[in-house]
């Protein structure tokens, strides 16, 4: 391996460690704002379900790209300043956050009600048997969906470009431009990324073995 070679893996290396940083709070917000705002949306609460289906339409029917955009270039006017790296988290925060709403609130809606029956027949209180019936439950359901929405905010971590964030694909698409190697980097670039997503998918697949419950579709 050559010394140039050699440094350039290292700059794709960075790129990617910047791309799994940005990409791990993102999910981490996505996935708590749509356990929390699907449960809402499920309790269907007045007013605040509501709101969180404006939230939801509002994120998923715009672009992803405009929504970087947005936070990067049109916030300043509003006196809030975000850098790069801010802008990146937030925006698959959020982004992520409204299709995983819609995902854990189908979920919690897939459990069947006998067995919220049979909980409130033994005395728990609604409350009660949602938190220990409804939302085991409905997370489990959840797990391949929300494991699809998880891979996907990973993979669009690359619309940071936009904002100059140099995660992976800024730092492929900078060495192209030196290097005129397009070939090599980007499929280098699409490898890491092949392989990150692979981790995930059979992450999530170990996951949803552990927590099967017997007689409610196990993971085979």
């Known amino acids: 391996m050559t010394s140039s070679l050699f440094g350039d893996m290292l700059l794709l290396l960075g790129g990617l460690g910047r791309t799994l940083l940005v990409s791990a709070i993102g999910i981490a917000l996505g996935l708590l704002l749509g356990m929390v705002f699907g449960a809402v949306r499920h309790a269907r609460i007045p007013v605040l379900s509501q709101l969180i289906g404006v939230y939801c339409n509002l994120f998923r029917c ?23 790296f801010e802008t990146s988290w937030l925006a698959l925060g959020l982004w992520g956050g409204a299709y995983h709403t819609e995902i854990f ?10 067995e919220v029956l049979a909980a409130r027949a033994l005395g728990m209180s609604a409350p009660r048997s949602f938190l220990d ?20 905010q990973f993979r669009s971590s690359s619309f940071m470009i ?25 499929g280098i670039a699409a490898l890491a990324y092949l392989v990150v997503s692979s981790l995930i998918a059979i992450a999530s697949r170990r996951i949803e073995r552990m927590v099967a419950v017997p007689g409610l579709g196990v993971a085979k």
């Open 62 to 84: 715009t672009p992803l790209l405009v929504q970087v955009v947005m936070l990067y270039f049109a916030l300043p006017d509003m006196g809030i300043r975000l850098t790069p």
């Open 105 to 114: 609130r189908a979920g919690y809606g897939a459990v069947n009600p006998n």
């Open 133 to 152: 019936v409804t939302v085991p439950l409905g997370l489990r359901t959840s797990i391949p969906s929300a494991t699809t929405m998880v891979i996907t």
């Open 162 to 186: 936009a904002v100059g964030y140099q995660e992976l694909t800024y730092v492929a698409n900078r060495m192209v431009a030196d290097t005129f190697k397009v070939f090599e980097v980007f």
